[in-house]
């Protein structure tokens, strides 16, 4: 036995004196008293934020010794390692009492690591595994016979990170308190020595309370380990910690976190595209509105403002406030989101390219569509029907049915989709039919970046850039759309009096000056949003809540409309605003708003503008009756018998739409329905609607009334149903019912 003892004790000091021999550990520098900085900067040269470059390897130290106060030297190693100072590397007890604490209670507790053991994984991190750790073991134990303790702790200090981007103690000194670490007090340096341990799950500006908590621990630690008194420690933990706020030298805080994540390797100084002026107009345009907007349950807003001309973002507002823990963070621009009626423009467009015109009258009329995934029953957002109606006023208006009839000739969802993401919009990410018709409601997610940068595009006149946050790498932009198909879409938008029809004319959307404004408002009231486009700039704003919970009835006239409104007033105010100018043979004619046809000289209509090869034909005679009044076709027959027709002396329906104008409102001609044996007859039944009082037939189906409807029970099979009006005119559908 002592012969044993003998030779494990010559092992070990051959161990021990073999040491010297072994290189030092991968990735352990001598620290320098400085550390590669990156320097991001507005397009003025003005700092925005200061960050430690992103390659770990290149971290140096960035504090003497003589600048480390005994506070964060305490609290530290109160944290980590409590027994630094006396131990090779290797603590044995740290060891043993992990290894009991796992053993007792089936987990691990704590860990045995040294500090320096820590400094090693730093500087080459490995898989963990026992032979990692036993090679880090051997690794400490070779440094700490190289270097001193102070060394080894300045070291560590500079590699450690401390959450949210902060690698070393000075860039987390300066990041959370606003000074270097010299001027730490110990409440504060306890509350940075906590952080390590877990920096996402600490996170002061996302978990104050839990980062709080820590610091309590590691200063009770103090007192039990007699470097700290009680008295004071109570004091440490009474005083409130004030993290430095967003501002100063971090500034665009949303802005910066993006830049990083799209330069890695970034260093020194870098520029941007951000105007730090136009920047804080609009995080406080923000901050102002929302605060009027807390009791109708909104609580988030972000905002983008591009140069129209080259892309460029001038501002970029990711939440109203970064250091919020609820939602602080989300980078709002980026976020997928519903945009409501903010698609419409993009429809209109494509049809002036097709050859319709602003004044082309489209049917609002109760509309019925049947889709691969039922019937689509599109409704405006008042529930009103208005007849016919001009694409100006329809778009001006942000009409639900006009739209979804347009795109529905314009050739359903595909042409739409392909158009969007020819102008950026990276998130259209399923097949069109899965948005179906809805897609021009806004039946889709975007992020605010893409779609401004889109409306950018419309102000450019077709001209599609890529937004761009680097004043360098700028492209000659790719013709995506007719300029002046753009630029009518542009007119349409910037006509206060064509909004006022359906807005009136005091709104947040009346300017100044001239801009093209388009709002969205996505179901359930979880999305707002308002976009201006100006030859200039182009601005972008999503007001709503983060974590997708519903608004309290507020439109995107009334919740992003006032944000747009304050920051298109500062950019008038700093850069001008314009008009932009018409493309060549722009012609202007005199039409009659229900049928869009031009009318002869003399009589009253209203002016309009046409592209080329885009004008109406002459008004022809049977476009009226004998009084002069509008003759209607039969699109407008069911319409005209509900309380929403107000046009009784300026137009009548014609004979074809008295004759053919009964119509089976429900169900739609070769609809399929799902029939399941597990369901009770009862729940299988559909109501049944024409468009005049009738009667039904069906030699299948059996019929009864339900509530104030005639209703039909359905069973699997092809069926015929008829409808009689009472003055005798019939009409029918064919329908199927198919087993699920």
Known sequence: MGRSAAILVGVVALGWCGLPLLPLPDGIEDPAITTPEIEWVDRHGVTLRRTPASDRSGYTAVVAEADIPESVVRTTLAAEDARFFEHPGVDPYAIARAAWQWVRNGRVI???????????????????????????????????????????????????????????????????????????????????????????????????????????????????????????????????????????????????????????????????????????????????????????????????????????????????????????????????????????????????????????????????????????????????????????????????????????????????????ERM??????????DYGLGLVLGDAEVRLVDLTAAYATLGRQGIHRPWRVRPVGSSVGTRVADPGACWLVGDILRDPLARAAQFGMETPLRMPVPVAVKTGTSTGYRDNWAFGVTPECTVGVWVGNFDGTRMRDISGVDGAGPILADVVAELDRRIGTSIPEPPSGIRRRVIEPLTGRCVPEGRRGREELFLVGTEPEMERPEDRDLDGRVVLGPEYADWWRTPDQRLRGQAVLGEAAETEGFRILHPLSETVYLWDADLPAEAQEIALRSSAVCTWESETLSLSSGRGDAVVRLIPGRHRLMAIALDGRRNEVWFQVRRR
């Open 110 to 420: 704590s860990g045995g690591s040294t500090l320096t053991q820590q400094l090693v994984k730093l500087g080459h991190p490995r898989p963990r595994t026992l032979s990692t750790k036993v090679l880090e073991a051997v690794l400490a134990l070779r440094l700490e016979r190289a270097w001193d303790k102070q060394r080894i702790l300045r070291a560590y200090l500079a590699r450690i990170d401390y959450g949210n981007r902060c690698i070393g103690l000075a860039a987390a000194s300066r990041h959370y308190f606003g000074k270097p670490p010299s001027q730490l007090d110990w409440g504060e340096a306890a509350y940075l020595a906590g952080l390590p341990q877990a920096p996402s799950r600490l996170n002061p500006r996302v978990r104050p309370e839990r980062a709080k908590r820590r610091q309590e621990w590691i200063l009770r630690r103090c007192v039990d380990l007699g470097w700290r008194s009680p008295d004071a420690a109570r004091r440490d933990v009474a005083e409130a910690i004030r993290l430095s706020p967003v501002g100063g030298e971090f500034e665009a805080s949303h802005f910066v976190d993006l830049l990083r994540s799209m330069n890695p390797a970034a260093s020194g100084r870098v520029e941007t595209t951000l105007d730090l002026r136009i920047q804080r107009t609009c995080e406080q345009a923000v901050r102002r509105h929302l605060q009027g907007l807390r009791d109708r349950s909104v609580r988030d807003a972000a905002v983008v403002v591009l140069d129209t001309r080259d892309a460029s973002v001038l501002a970029w507002v990711g939440s109203p406030d970064w250091s919020r823990p609820d939602g602080g963070q989300v980078n709002g621009p980026l976020a997928r989101r519903s945009p409501g009626s903010a698609l419409k423009p993009f429809a209109y467009g494509l049809a002036f390219e097709r050859g319709w015109n602003a004044g082309s009258v489209i049917p609002d009329v109760p509309t019925e569509v049947v889709t691969p995934t039922g019937i689509f029953r599109p409704e405006n957002y008042d529930r009103r029907f208005r007849g016919p109606v001009s694409l100006r006023e329809a778009l001006a208006g942000s009409l639900n049915v006009p739209a979804v009839r347009l795109l529905e000739q314009l050739g359903g969802p595909q042409v739409l989709k392909e158009r969007l």
């Open 424 to 433: 950026g919009l990276q998130t259209l990410d399923r097949p069109a039919s």
